[in-house]
């Protein structure tokens, strides 16, 4: 009678195997003569395509033994998608900070830099992520638009945003808001976003709805060809402060960005 097991693909994260590699929950190398117990979990590293190196630092602002906070640069992307894998914040971490646990809180768009948080170990995971579902954790950021005449008061900005797969773009369609931003103008062209919901390049759209897309923008309001190795202008938005209570020590915790 054949074994029952359980097969995940590994993110790159363990140097100690090659590429194409299955092993087991214990880093042991599954071959065809490999008996498996009934319930085992093997891993396969598969082989992946070179990958255009990020050459900026990802430092850390803050680490306890529930979370880890890192200031974010432009174009690292979150977490292993398409062709990112290694060159992504999840990863790079659990190499630097051997944490195999560490998992995303929430994400930032890979050309978005700033603030961004993980959550250390498996039973603290959901507390966190919970917090980021339910908006209790209060996000500002920074960001500058060239366009004029430009804003000249605060304006909330509600309408319904959906993206497809595979398309590059979100779009405002009709129906009932999904998406909530307030956007204040802080002069010589620069604004502080405070979102109220998480969607999908919501910042990016709802700078670009009223007219101001957001400087070095290669999505909205028109999509352009940037090489993935020119890194010679960042999107100019920054992830600039999380603030939140702890769910686990009830601490506020205040995390800001140094990034400008």
Known sequence: MLAEFTIRFGEAAGARVLAGEVVDSEGGVVTAETVL?????VYLYRDLPHEVNVPFDLPVLYRDDNIVVVDKPHFLATMPRGSHVAQTALVRLRRELGLDELSPAHR???????VLMFTVR???RGAYQGLFA????RKTYLARSSAEPGLSAPQVVSNRITKCRGVLQAVIEPG????ETLI???????????PRTGRTHQLRVHMASLGLPIDNDPLYPEVLAVSGDDFSAPLQLVAQRLEFDDPITGRRQIFVSSRT
């Open 176 to 179: 009932e808001p999904n998406a």
């Open 37 to 41: 117990r009934a319930g085992s979990q």
């Open 108 to 114: 930032l768009d890979r050309l978005t830099a700033g």
């Open 184 to 194: 204040e103008p802080l002069g010589a062209g620069r604004y502080r976003l405070t």
């Open 134 to 137: 339910r908006g209790e954790v």
């Open 122 to 124: 498996r039973e603290v």
